[in-house]
């Protein structure tokens, strides 16, 4: 569902909305930072803290997710804090009370444009060095199965040995690690998986653009025969 960001709460349950302004006014909602140009990540404080992703276009959220297990409607509470946070100004919300020197300190971070991410790393490529960044990518895929998995597919065309198996490899990987004693894979990390897997189809689509269509046919086979 794609959802005006200005008319937001004319799409998302009433309920959920009540739930989404009291996260945001009890100051929940981590400041959303935007990853690339109309891409926001955001960290919402409850039992836990979930991560809401949006995605967002000349005024149109095309895309929303959250690591929550709601799964009773489209549109979580987690995901309408975080349109609160975004529309605060519009709507002439506040959220909770911060201290005076925090407020200050913010108000003097808003004056000056603040990069995106991407941006943010493109600085650090430009002055990192070759060998730098070759032992942080080994030491970072040695202990993070979600990182490994996008690497290797990612430059998988660069392999001699690339083949629809090794994309298995990776699903069986992700299934593995997310099964609990009994071999099921419990709610709390159905969402990961997803996660995850979609990752995995989003690299299958980046080697089709690119025109490595043998990697996205293994890739997508591999997934599809999971």
């Not at 913010?106 to 000056?112: F, L, M, N, Q, R």
């Amino acid at each position: 569902m794609k959802i005006p960001l200005n008319q937001f709460e004319q799409y998302i349950e009433e309920t959920i909305l009540k739930r989404g302004l009291s996260y945001f006014k009890s100051g929940y909602v981590g400041e959303p930072e935007e990853i690339t140009q109309g891409v926001y990540e955001a960290i919402v404080s409850g039992s836990e803290d979930y991560h809401v992703d949006l995605k967002i276009k000349s005024g149109i959220i095309t895309e929303y997710t959250c690591t929550c297990p709601y799964d009773i409607g489209p549109v979580c509470k987690h995901v309408a804090a975080v349109l609160f946070y975004l529309q605060q100004d519009v709507l002439e919300l506040k959220p909770k009370v911060i201290p005076l020197q925090k407020a200050k300190e913010k108000a003097a971070a808003k004056k000056v444009k603040k990069k995106t991410i991407a941006e943010q790393i493109n600085d650090m490529l430009e002055k990192i060095t070759h060998d730098e960044l070759k032992q942080f990518i080994l030491e970072k895929a040695k202990i993070d199965l979600s990182f490994r998995n996008t690497f290797l597919s990612s430059f998988a065309y660069q392999n001699a040995h690339e083949s629809k198996e090794l994309y298995a490899k990776q699903v069986k990987s992700i299934l593995r690690t997310a099964s609990g004693r009994d071999g099921f894979i419990y709610w709390n990390q159905a969402v990961g998986v997803g996660k995850l897997v979609s990752e995995l189809l989003a690299t299958a689509q980046k080697q089709s653009e690119n025109k490595n269509y043998k990697s996205a046919i293994f890739a997508t086979t591999a997934v599809m025969c999971g």
